[in-house]
Every structure is written in structure tokens, then in C-alpha cells.
């Protein structure tokens, strides 16, 4: 179990401290808060944050991540030893927002490129000259070190990290729970899954049936026979159960799985179109321009990355 651990510094952006809470509560990590010492952290927000840990958290931590905090006070010396001995082990560091002048501050920025709050990048770079920093970027940083933008661009950092430890599909699982872009290069429109209607139990297994041969040529007619009905009467009881006609629903059935391939794999457009039963990469292009406002290379790039 990758162990996180974000260190509350008074006082933390909540909105910061969330981030991580949410994106690294799941199966593969294990996820803690700490601070110099147990108790009430006081938050920007006007609440207190309730620690349960001091900074003997930070020794057994893989991740520690630092959340944005104001005023950019330097952190007191217990603080940045512990965050210089959490790297000096290995530990990945790892900050959101203003959280990169602790990290500035431990000296753990030195010589590496380094992004913050836009606003708050003039005050980073003058007061760490050795601190390259970029303020145009959502994240970065080098080697074991990463850096994030401000507030949402913390979000894009932690995917980053996800799809680092665990692939681009786990990635984008947690995208779609916290409903965000899995991959955003800049000012991307978030990419949900659509729903599909699900069949009915008289139609379960004409539509498993048809699932298994999307790359044909399949028509309403196939769908009927196998059922053994008339292609009207089918089409009547097939919208009566799912709610759409056989035709949407076997496009729609299509566009998803062309989805499946333009994230999964690195097969041509033009496979993906044949594989998933669209024909071609116009026909492609067309649906998932209805379906996601998007072009097949496009949404390859949001789920993928470059």
C-alpha cells in the first residue's frame, strides 16, 4: 500500500488539502494528514482542520504532499527538516499551489523547474532564485519532485501521479468519480462516459449476442432474428425495454467501445472505426463529434497524455 501523507501547514487551503484526500482515498493508497503538531490546524476557509499526526508521519510516507497555505510564511526549521529527511530517504514531494514555497524553502526546488499559483509565481521566483520557475505549466518538476499550479491544477498533478503508479485506466476511474478531465494540456472540456440504456431481461441475451459481434455489419434485421421476431415487433418490445430504438442503441454501443480503444490502445483510427463497427475514420470522427464534442485524436490525447 503506497503510503500519502500531506502536511497541514497553518494555514492550509482546505480546498488544497482535499485534493489529494480525495484522489489518493482509494484502494491502491493509504491516505494521512499531518502537522507540526496533533490538533486544530486553522484553514483559509475560516475552520480548523483536525490532524491526528505530528511530523513522525512524514518518516513512513512515499508521497508527502504539501498543500497551498497563506500567508507564505517560511516554515519553521522542525518543519523543513522533516521534509528534507522524507526526501533524503526517497520520498516523492510533492506540493499544490503555494505549498512549492515550503518545498522552495527546504531547498528541495533548487535547480529544478517548479510551478505555483500564477499570481503567487513572481513572489516564489524572486524570493528562491535558484527555483526555475513556470508558471504556465499545470505541474511540474524533476525526478522525485513535482510541483502543481494553483488550486484545481493540484488535481491534474495527482492524476499525473495515479497514472505514474498505476496506469492510465485507474487514472482515468478516478477522473470520472471526481468528474474531471483524466488529461488536461490546458483549457479541456471534461470527458464523462455516457450512459448506454440497459436491456431488458427479455433482451439480455440478443444485445450480449450483438456485443460480441459489434465489428460486423450488424442491422435491426440481425437483431430481430436472433430474437425471433419480426423486425417491427422487436423494435416495439426492444424500445419498450430499453427505451431507445435498436438503431441508437446499437451505435451507441459502437461510439463506446471505439471510447474503450481510443484510450486503451494505440491502434489507427481507422482500426479503431472497423473494430468497433463504424466502418470508417469519417464515420468515426462524425459520432464522436455527437457523442463528446471531440475528435478521435483529441480524446485519445485528454485519456493518454501526449
Known amino acids: 500500500m503506497h503510503r500519502v501523507v500531506a502536511l497541514a501547514l497553518p494555514s492550509v487551503v482546505a480546498f488544497d488539502l482535499a485534493i489529494p484526500a480525495e484522489v489518493f482515498g482509494g484502494e491502491e493508497y493509504s491516505f494521512a494528514v499531518c502537522a507540526r503538531t496533533p490538533g486544530p490546524v486553522p484553514a483559509t476557509t475560516g475552520f480548523d482542520i483536525a490532524v491526528a499526526h505530528g511530523l513522525d508521519a512524514l ?3 512515499d508521497t508527502v504532499v504539501v498543500p497551498g497555505y497563506a500567508p507564505l510564511d517560511e516554515p519553521p526549521e522542525p518543519v523543513l527538516e522533516a521534509l528534507r529527511t522524507a526526501a533524503a530517504r526517497g520520498a516523492r514531494m510533492v ?3 503555494t505549498g512549492a514555497f515550503a518545498l522552495a524553502a527546504a531547498g528541495l526546488l533548487d535547480g529544478l523547474p517548479a510551478t505555483t499559483h500564477w499570481m503567487d509565481a513572481p513572489a ?3 524570493r528562491y532564485p535558484g527555483v526555475e520557475v513556470d508558471p504556465g505549466k499545470l505541474y511540474a518538476g524533476g525526478g522525485n519532485v513535482l510541483t502543481s499550479a494553483g488550486f484545481a491544477a493540484g488535481i491534474d498533478m495527482c492524476l499525473h501521479l495515479v497514472r505514474t503508479d498505476h496506469g492510465a485506466e485507474a487514472a482515468v476511474r478516478v477522473a470520472r468519480r471526481l468528474v474531471v478531465a483524466p488529461h488536461r494540456a490546458g483549457g479541456q472540456a471534461q470527458y464523462l462516459e455516457q450512459p448506454i440504456p440497459a436491456a431488458g431481461d427479455g433482451m439480455a441475451e440478443v444485445c450480449a449476442w450483438a456485443m460480441e459481434r459489434l465489428a460486423d455489419p450488424l442491422t435491426v434485421a440481425d437483431l ?3 430474437a425471433s421476431l419480426s ?3 422487436f423494435a416495439r418490445h426492444f424500445t419498450a425495454q430499453t427505451g431507445v430504438s435498436p438503431h441508437r442503441w446499437l451505435a451507441a454501443q459502437r461510439v463506446q467501445l471505439a471510447r474503450r480503444l481510443l484510450e486503451r490502445t ?6 479503431v472505426a472497423r473494430r468497433c463497427g463504424l466502418g470508417t475514420a469519417a464515420n468515426l470522427r462524425l459520432h464522436l463529434s455527437r457523442d463528446a464534442a471531440t475528435t478521435p485524436t483529441a480524446y485519445r490525447r485528454t485519456f493518454r497524455g501526449p
Open 59 to 61: 518518516r513512513a510516507a
Open 95 to 97: 506540493s499544490v499551489c
Open 124 to 126: 516564489l521566483a524572486a
Open 224 to 226: 430481430a432474428g436472433r
Open 231 to 233: 423486425p417491427r415487433t
Open 266 to 271: 494505440d491502434l489507427p483510427v481507422d482500426e
